[in-house]
């Protein structure tokens, strides 16, 4: 027999399907292919992949650009015709028996159209449904092989590209950026061995301890279901009902009413892998780790009145963000950092790894940078590629596994099974934006929107017919960290689980002055649109384990006396933790680049022509986006004879959309807009929000008109505030960029605003 199956004749472009090597039996590990298995490339941005067409990526693009050209369409010079290509004489009217007649159903053009509308939307994601997409790169600063063979990390230099999708995780599809809620942080890594998704938060720790309780905490976070409100906010009964009865949510909630819920821009927040995960090396060694994002644009928020008033005036404010910096050539920019140790050094800690609602301060385990990621270009097609892609935690590549904290494999269960649902069945990872570009090879087969057209008629395993094909590679592919499990079948969790209130003060107490006042602030509106006493009650109580300065402020502005506290969980002795400061978006170090930050300088008739030119030049110099803002758009004269143009008007960019504000003098400019009640509303929302203001010459004029404090609340001058004649504008402007780089002078803030 073997003689003859010698003599069949075989496709010699798939030689394990038919030639000879499918002759031989398959045999597992000891299998020995005659082309080397694909190993991990060592060019930059590419990979081994034969979905890379010729191989060699355009310039300035990455592997996944190139692979994505087989489903990119170009309608340029083309013809419109319906999805079976046949040409189309009218897309004006439908098919009509007599022009007052009714339409005919035989107008399949029409029927068609409309049809493939009728069926346009697809589900929106259950969490997270409020998403932005940047594409990029992800460079290795080291080989890491001594910890992992996790191919991003092969060597120095390696680039891996990614596709990344921020969020936030409460509001529907089109519900506003700037809400109070976490980030999400979602990186797929299309690597040499597969994808790899880091689906992470702008916070390091979660709301509950067990995925039991994931449907409870959203239920109660998301708008009330019997009158669907208030939608993308947590200030609401349900959410806090909750809250005050779930004691292990305390941690998240001090992160959660700090500024990091209202981040700047998505390029200027962290991001955390949250759990505890394995690294493995080739020797088998394991190692335990979580994973850190760091922007290095700095880290900044906005405050809370600004946020506020951004959910009416630009809901799209980090998306529209995001997508002009990756537009502007301004490449947004994390480091990655990991936090290694072992099991000896986690059992030593005062806190349970597995506790997802726990954190390792840096001054236990220190963050060190392992690489960056770049993202460098838009996505084109919104819906193919931000609402498509699917990340799942369970997309892990070897050299990195599981640990067993709840949470983790909770979440391992359900973003498939929801993917399932969302994206129309279990074929979902060949939607372009989700196919990884290293090779996918297996017997599963079939089901809804199949793509791949596999040939031959092996699907199966094990086969002798297709020589054994694909085959299994042992200890070269995935595999699991070896651990004893040993243990009784129940349900519950380790005492250590039960220290709900130590870390909420660690974070508490390693705030800055203002960090605290606003934690206090937006407890107080939270709990102040909350309509059931009780409940405000029930989480004051709650807070008292945390501080007691923090419960008796948030007494008082909630008009109660402060309850006695809710009682401990445990008997166990509590970690006196001491003020990390790297929890204190205020005490980390800062990058005192100003590179994107939006500066409205005004305009308006006989503005000082000369003056505005000049800080315009400085700041574009140093990376900055100012832009001329006048009452309407046009040409507007100067003082100097040369006119300028306004590039926007109050009316569309109010005093939110922007960083920082620049009134530039000149006799009648000043005039004028001071008699522009919406440029003094400007000016004292610029102020009031601690944003960095720049006047020149009579341009002070615009200030005082505002009743702007020429100091502090302490007397001390306001570093924020740069009021200088224009001979002196070089020195001015350099102060202004300082105050810029420093983001915002809180410390004009008082309670209640005096502006
Ligand atoms: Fe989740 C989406 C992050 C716990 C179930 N989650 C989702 C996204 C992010 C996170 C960033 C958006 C992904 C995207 O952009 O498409 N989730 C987290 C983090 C968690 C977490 C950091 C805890 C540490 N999640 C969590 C649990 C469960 C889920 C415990 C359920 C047991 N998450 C989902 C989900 C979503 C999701 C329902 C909604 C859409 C999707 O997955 O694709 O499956």
New binding site residues.
């Given amino acids: 027999d073997a003689d003859l199956a010698d003599e069949r004749p075989f496709n010699a472009t798939k030689p394990l399907e038919y030639g000879a090597e499918a002759l031989t039996p398959h045999t597992g590990e000891s299998y020995a292919p005659s082309t080397p298995l694909a190993t991990a490339s060592t060019s930059t941005e590419n990979i081994a992949s034969s979905k890379l067409g010729d191989g060699i990526p355009r310039l300035g693009d990455n592997a996944l650009n190139s692979s994505l050209d087989r489903v990119r369409a170009d309608d340029t010079e083309q013809r419109l015709t319906t999805n079976q290509g046949i040409p189309v004489s009218s897309n004006q009217d439908s098919l009509k028996i007599g022009l007052r007649g009714p339409i005919a159903l035989e107008d399949f053009v029409m029927r068609e159209k409309i049809t493939h509308f009728d069926h346009e939307r697809i589900p929106e994601?259950?969490?997270?449904a409020r998403?932005s997409g940047a594409h990029g790169y992800f460079e290795s600063y080291q080989d890491l092989c001594q910890l992992t063979r996790a191919a991003p990390f092969a060597y120095a230099g390696k680039r891996t590209p990614v596709f990344v999708?921020f969020?936030t995780?409460t509001g529907e599809r089109g519900s506003p950026d700037t809400a109070r809620d976490v980030r999400?942080?979602?990186v797929k890594f299309y690597t040499d061995e597969g994808n790899w998704d880091l689906?992470?938060?702008n916070i390091p720790v979660?709301f509950?301890q067990d995925?039991m309780k994931?449907p409870d905490v959203a239920h109660a976070v998301k708008p009330e279901p019997h009158h669907a409100m208030p939608q993308a906010s947590s200030a609401h009964d349900t959410f806090w009902d909750f809250a005050s009865l779930s004691p292990e949510i305390t941690h998240m909630l001090m992160w959660l009413m700090s500024d990091r819920a209202i981040p700047r821009s998505y390029r200027m927040m962290q991001g955390f892998g949250?759990?505890t995960f394995k690294l493995i090396n080739t020797s088998g060694e394991v190692r335990l780790c979580k994973f850190h994002w760091t922007p290095l644009q700095g880290t900044h928020s906005l405050v809370w009145d600004e946020a506020f008033k951004l959910r009416g005036l630009d809901t799209d404010f980090h998306r529209r963000d995001l997508w002009e910096a990756i537009e502007a050539g301004n490449f947004p920019e994390y480091e990655l950092g990991l936090q290694v140790f072992t099991e000896t050094q986690a059992e030593s800690f005062p806190f349970d790894i597995l506790d997802?609602t726990k954190l390792i301060p840096e001054e236990l385990i220190p963050v060190f940078p392992v690489g960056k990621l770049v993202l460098n270009r838009n996505p084109d097609n919104f819906f193919a590629e931000t609402e498509q892609?699917?990340?799942?935690t369970q997309h892990i590549i070897p050299g990195i596994d599981f640990t067993n904290d709840p949470?983790?494999q909770?979440?391992n269960?359900?973003?498939p099974?929801?993917?399932i649902t969302?994206l129309g069945g279990p074929n979902f990872h060949e939607i372009p934006i989700n196919a990884p570009l290293a090779e996918v090879h297996n017997n599963q087969r079939e089901g809804f929107h199949r793509q791949s057209i596999n040939r031959g008629r092996v699907n199966y395993e094990p086969n002798s017919l297709a020589g054994g094909c694909p085959f299994q590679v042992g200890r070269a592919g995935f595999v699991s960290a070896p651990e004893s499990v040993v243990g009784n079948k129940m349900r519950g969790k380790p005492e250590l689980f039960a220290d709900h209130y130590s870390q909420a003060r660690l974070f508490w107490i390693s705030q800055s002055a203002p960090e605290k006042a606003h934690i206090i602030d937006a407890f107080r509106y939270e709990l102040t649109r909350v309509e059931t006493l009780a409940i405000r009650i029930r989480m004051v109580a709650g807070l008292v384990n945390v501080d007691a300065t923090l419960a008796h402020a948030l007494a008082c502005g909630l008009g109660i006396a402060v309850p006695p506290p809710l009682p401990l969980a445990t008997s166990l002795p509590l970690p006196n933790y001491a003020p990390s400061p790297a929890l204190s978006l205020l005490s980390r170090p800062g990058v005192t680049g100003i590179r994107t930050r939006q500066v409205a300088i005004f305009v308006a008739p006989g503005v000082d022509g000369a003056a505005v030119r000049a800080v315009y030049a400085a700041l574009l110099d140093a990376g900055a986006v100012p832009r001329l803002v006048g009452q309407r758009l046009g040409q507007v004269s100067s003082l100097d004879g040369v006119p300028l143009h306004v590039e926007t008007t109050i009316e569309v960019t109010p005093s939110v959309v922007y960083d920082a504000m620049v009134a530039p003098g000149g006799d009648d400019g000043a005039i004028a807009l001071g008699r522009d009640a919406r440029v003094i509303d400007f000016v004292r929302e610029q102020y009031r929000h601690g944003k960095p203001i720049l006047a020149l010459g009579n341009g002070a004029g615009l200030l005082s008109a505002a009743g702007i404090p020429t100091t502090l609340p302490d007397g001390c001058d306001d570093p924020g505030i740069v009021s200088m004649d224009p001979a002196l504008a070089t020195l001015a402007i350099g102060q202004f960029r300082q105050a810029l780089a420093r983001h915002r002078t809180f410390e004009r803030d008082t309670e209640p605003p005096a502006v």
């Fill in positions: 994601r259950v969490v997270h998403g999708r969020s995780a999400g942080f979602a689906v992470a938060n979660f509950i995925p994931f949250v759990h997802p892609v699917a990340f799942c949470i983790l909770g979440r269960h359900s973003y099974d929801t993917q969302r």
